[in-house]
T-cell receptor, first 115, second 111 residues
Framework: DGGITQSPKYLFRKEGQNVTLSCEQN?????MYWYRQDPGQGLRLIYY???????QKGDIAEGYSVSREKKESFPLTVTSAQKNPTAFYLC??????????????FGSGTQLSVL | KQEVTQIPAALSVPEGENLVLNCSFT??????LQWFRQDPGKGLTSLLL?????REQTSGRLNASLDKSSGRSTLYIAASQPGDSATYLC??????????FGKGTKLTVNP
């Protein structure tokens, strides 16, 4: 599973509240990704990071923020500006791309719901 | 912009049938082509990875092929079983670090 741990498995957010989803990896992989999945839909990219202290916006970054202070950790904050946060959130990681055999691995996901 | 299309969107077959899932992509730069399965409420599990220098990979009843010239990959499942029921997704790890998935094919294998 690429040694990725997502927590918590279920998370509830009150209106106006910021919440943070955790993603930790133990395989020293460079690249990490956050995806959002709505019921019956595909995965949409929120943010990604290739190295420590650097990250880029994906297709739906509005209302979300990330940090990459450590190689092992890539937390995602769902801010109060995200008006429709209910979804399944998936974190993924991958090693050095030019190795040409680097698989993308996923965590088990966090289901976020609004109270 | 990279686009990934998976056909069909849903497929229902009786147990024992052989079946083919299709994936096409617009990014001509291909590093790896990876197939995943996703069970409801779970993360994605990697099934097969085809390197850009390869044409196919096999694992048990699964065979994935890659045709770079046409920008297509197929996943062949032999002798399907109810436990194969899941959503299958493909990923072209192409010229961009911005990895984009297709919407997947939802497979139902009926006993």
């Amino acid at each position: 599973d690429g040694g990725i741990t997502q927590s918590p498995k279920y998370l509830f957010r009150k209106e106006g509240q910021n919440v943070t989803l955790s993603c930790e990896q133990n395989l020293n992989h460079d690249a990490m990704y956050w995806y959002r999945q709505d019921p019956g839909q595909g995965l949409r990219l929120i943010y990604y990071s290739q190295i420590v202290n650097d990250f880029q916006k994906g297709d739906i970054a509005e209302g979300y923020s990330v940090s990459r202070e450590k190689k092992e950790s890539f937390p995602l904050t769902v801010t109060s500006a995200q008006k429709n946060p209910t979804a399944f959130y998936l974190c993924a990681n991958r090693g050095y791309r030019q190795a040409n055999n680097e698989k993308l691995f996923f965590g088990s996901g966090t289901q976020l719901s609004v109270l | 912009k990279q686009e990934v299309t998976q056909i069909p969107a849903a497929l229902s077959v009786p147990e024992g049938e052989n079946l083919v899932l299709n994936c096409s992509f617009t990014d001509s730069a291909i590093y790896n082509l990876q197939w995943f399965r996703q069970d409801p409420g779970k993360g994605l599990t990697s099934l097969l990875l085809i390197q850009s220098s390869q044409r196919e990979q096999t694992s048990g009843r699964l065979n994935a092929s890659l045709d770079k010239s046409s920008g297509r990959s197929t996943l062949y499942i032999a002798a399907s079983q109810p436990g194969d029921s899941a959503t299958y997704l493909c990923l072209n790890q192409g010229g961009s670090e911005k990895l984009v998935f297709g919407k997947g094919t939802k497979l139902t294998v009926n006993p």
